[in-house]
């Protein structure tokens, strides 16, 4: 400013450690309120590190002092008050440095209302997590979504005619190694069961594979009223006369049969004059089928 005596038109500015903050940078650094000197009494800080989907926070410490057992500093895999706790530090030994496995971090310190010590200071650099297993192939089925990424979710849908066993949507989880929240599912032909589709598709229990010996499935197929259902075996390679498959027309084997079949393919094939029909697969063999492929599908 002018004037006989020079001075600045402000105060000098102070730069002064906050308590808390939000941080978005791939690296920085966080200091207790008050570094180097004491933190204040009766302190509650939280500080969020913000990185992108796909990183962790790598924390480094270079200073920690803290009155122990009473002042304390966490760290919590997560953005939430209540995500997981993967550090809680007090006194005077500087921690070793860890990993976050969240792109979101909660840090949070805590002092009481007596012996202020000069508090902390740590750093932190963004580092790239791995993804998850590719599940891939994915047996008789699909797989939904390219994204095998920490907080990533896929889906995995079965090929007509087979059913999917385990859970049908999977999300990459937080955690030093990267895993998906449940197993992979699988796609299994089923022991029978009710079809309601219009159209569809029924294999042998384990195809393609040989079915097995001593079974026993049944299936039973409801169209609207007023239409009729027929079957249509684009294979059919059992081991008869042991093995068969027999076919009612309703929902009873009391109901007039359709047909018994073992081998081949039905010149004729039934047709119902009902809205449904039962089907019943039997298998007495010891061995399951003769050939590789000892199954049957029926086309509807």
Known sequence: MPGTVRRWNYPPPLCIAQCGGIREEMEGMILSPGFPGNYPSNSDCTWRIYLPVGYGAHIQFLNFSTEANHDFL?????????????????????????????????????????????????????????ECPDPEPFRYGVVVGAGYNVGQSISFECLPGYQLMGHSILTCEHGTTRNWDHPFPRCEVPCGGNITSDNGTIFSPGYPEEYPSSADCSWLITVAPGFGIKINFTLLQVHGPHDFITVWDGPQETARKLGVFTDGEPNDPPSSTSNQVLIRFRSNTEKGGLSPLSLFSAGL
């Open 74 to 130: 966490e760290i919590r895999n997560g953005p939430l008050d209540t995500s997981a706790v993967i550090g809680r530090f007090s006194g005077q030994d500087v921690p070793s440095s860890l990993l976050t496995t969240s792109h979101e971090t909660t840090v949070y310190f805590h002092s009481d209302h007596s012996q202020n010590k000069p508090g902390f200071r740590f750093e932190y650099q963004a580092y790239e997590l791995q």
